[in-house]
């Protein structure tokens, strides 16, 4: 199981980006997909995730403002970010976990990829 994360730059508070999550080694049909980010000085913490099951969870702080989908045929998961913040800026993470539900748990998930990084900046 391989992760690859990318998407990821230098945005204006308001801006938008999209990461993508391409999955290699497995098949979203039985693998749920959470992204995370880490700020300097600070813990990993979970941002929002999308199951096998198609069902989605985000966290609070991007409530309204993150999308999460899939792309079956390019085993790939995006994270659509709008409405940028400068509390935004972070390195993001895919990770993968073989079950149908996604919870927003690191300690959920036992495949991780490289992270990318994004900057809210004006």
């Known amino acids: 199981v391989q992760l690859q994360a990318s998407g990821g730059g230098l945005v204006q508070p308001g801006g938008s980006l999209r990461l993508a999550c391409v999955g290699s080694g497995f098949t979203l049909d039985y693998y749920s997909i959470g992204w995370f980010r880490q700020a300097p000085g600070k813990e990993r913490e979970a941002v929002s995730c999308f199951g096998s099951d198609g069902g989605t969870s985000h966290e609070d702080s991007v409530k309204g403002r993150f999308a999460i989908s899939d792309d079956k045929g390019k085993n790939t998961v995006y994270l659509q970010m709008d409405s940028l913040r400068p509390e935004d800026t972070a390195v993001y993470y895919c990770?993968?976990?073989?079950?149908?539900?996604?919870?927003?748990?690191?300690?959920?998930?036992?495949?991780w990829g490289q992270g990318t990084l994004v900057t809210v900046s004006s």
């Open positions: 990770a993968a976990a073989r079950t149908r539900v996604c919870y927003l748990l690191t300690d959920w998930y036992s495949h």
